[in-house]
Each structure stands twice: as C-alpha cells, then as structure tokens.
C-alpha cells in the first residue's frame, strides 16, 4: 500500500448493544494496522468479542495533542488507522477532533464509518421537534456556569441536546427549572440501547419525582433533551403587537410583516405570522 492510500478511519462502535456494530466497521478493525481508543482496556473486551485482534494507541483527552502527531505520520508513511470512542461516534463529546483537524491540515484522507451515536438515537424516539437542535455536550459540573450555559442557548434553535452524569441530572433538572421555567417539556433517555432503556416524559419537576421514587433510575448513561418553547396562542400576544401586525400587512407581504412586528415587541415571528394567516385566509404568502 502506498502512503497516498492510507487513511483515517472514524468508526463508530455500540453505545450498549453489540449487535448494532456495522458489517463495515468490523471489517475496517479488522483491517487496519493500528486501533486509536479512548481506553484501550475498554475497547479492548468489544474486541475481542468480536474475533479482532488489534494493534492497540491509547487517544484520550490528555495525550491527543501529543499522540495525533505520531498517528498522522503512521498513515502517511501508509499505514491505516481506525479512531473509535469508548462507546458511539468518536469526536461527539469525545476525544478526536485534534487527530482530524491534524490530518486534514496535512491532506490525510479521513473516511467516515457511521453508527451508533446517542444523541441521535434519544432525538429520533423522543417525540420532540427534530426539524432544528442543538447539541451542547456536557453541562458544566457547578450549577451556576450550567445555568448561564443554558441561559446563552440562543432562541430558535429547536430541541436542545445534552449529555449528563447520573449523580448530576437531579440537580441539572432544577438548573433548568431555574432558567427555563417550571412548565417546560422535556424528555430523559437513559440506558439507550441497554436492558434498562427507558424515555422519562414531562416537565422538570415530573421527571425529577419519577427518578426520586427509585434510587436504581439515577444510573446509567443519560440524555437530556429540552424542547422549545411552546408558541403562544393568537391570545397570548400583545394586542398592541396585533395592531401593528394588521397595519404592516396592509403594505408588506405576511412574511416581512411578521419579521418586523417581532422585531418590534419582542414576539415570536412564527406566532405572528400563524395569526396573519388566521386573519387573512390563506395558507401560504
């Protein structure tokens, strides 16, 4: 193999169930000369219970400015390397991003072999907006720096995403309280994908008391959406911001009516333009 044909492989790898591993990325670990892991301990068992015998580096979050280097010049002297995560996709909220950010600086090809990712996997069963969202990660540990977290989400970014600690979601539940409100809804995944999975439906408080009845529910790996916010009702809106919604209509299109009048009082674009559309008759500008 030349050393123009040696590549960086992002495998993804199960997040609890080993059978969702794909055909592709077996064959790409078995493959490969060298096998960059989070903890090599770990990957090690999934492994071996697949039938692979791997060449293992250690890339965890202390030593991957340090260790990317020598992985670039491996595949370029062509030898192929396979990135994995201790558990999904490697570089979501995992370590990863200095390796690929260094090969592409040095035109390393970087081959995607998708999979398991739990954020994707909590949105697509919550029932929840999945149109728009926003993955955050992991929550800072100290409840003040989580609440301006949370407090500079921007409007109109849809569900919001994030990781959390077992031992923190009771707390991170009354951070969201705090900013958003009591009456938001949200949904909890935990165990994705394991014996125990479970989505934990309701606003903070409901969920907070659903995991306070069983001490067993505050285990396990745990994703927390957060859904937006619920429009307000034709009602709901400030009768001055209606007046000047029917004045704008009457020379702009809806549309550009809407925008400016939320510009103006501070309403949601969307629930002004559904209210123009009420009035109006039409579906569609």
Known sequence: MSASEAVLYIVATPIGHLDDISQRAVAVLREVAWVAAEDTRH?????????????????????????????????????????????????????????????????????????????????CCAGLPTDKFHFIGFLPAKSGQRQQVLKDIPSGVGTVICYEAARRVIDTLQDVIAVYGAERELVLAKELTKTFEHF????????????????????GEMVLMIAPPAEKAADDINPVAQQT?????????????????AEIHGEKKNALYKLGLSWSGHTSD
């Open 43 to 123: 990957s090690g068992k999934l492994l071996s219970h697949l039938g692979i015998s791997a060449r293992f580096l250690s890339l965890h979050d202390h030593n991957e400015k340090q260790r990317a280097a020598s992985l670039v010049e491996k595949i370029k002297a062509g030898e192929n390397v396979a990135l994995i995560s201790d558990a999904g996709t490697p570089l979501i909220s995992d370590p990863g991003y200095s390796l690929v950010r260094l090969c592409r600086d040095a035109g390393v090809r970087v081959v995607p072999i998708p999979g398991p990712c739990a954020l994707i996997a909590a949105l």
């Open 245 to 261: 919604l029917r004045l704008l209509m009457a020379e702009l299109p809806l549309k550009k009516a809407a925008a400016l009048t």
């Open 200 to 219: 934990e439906h309701g606003t903070a408080a409901q969920i907070i008391a659903w995991l306070e009845e069983d001490p067993q529910r505050c285990q």
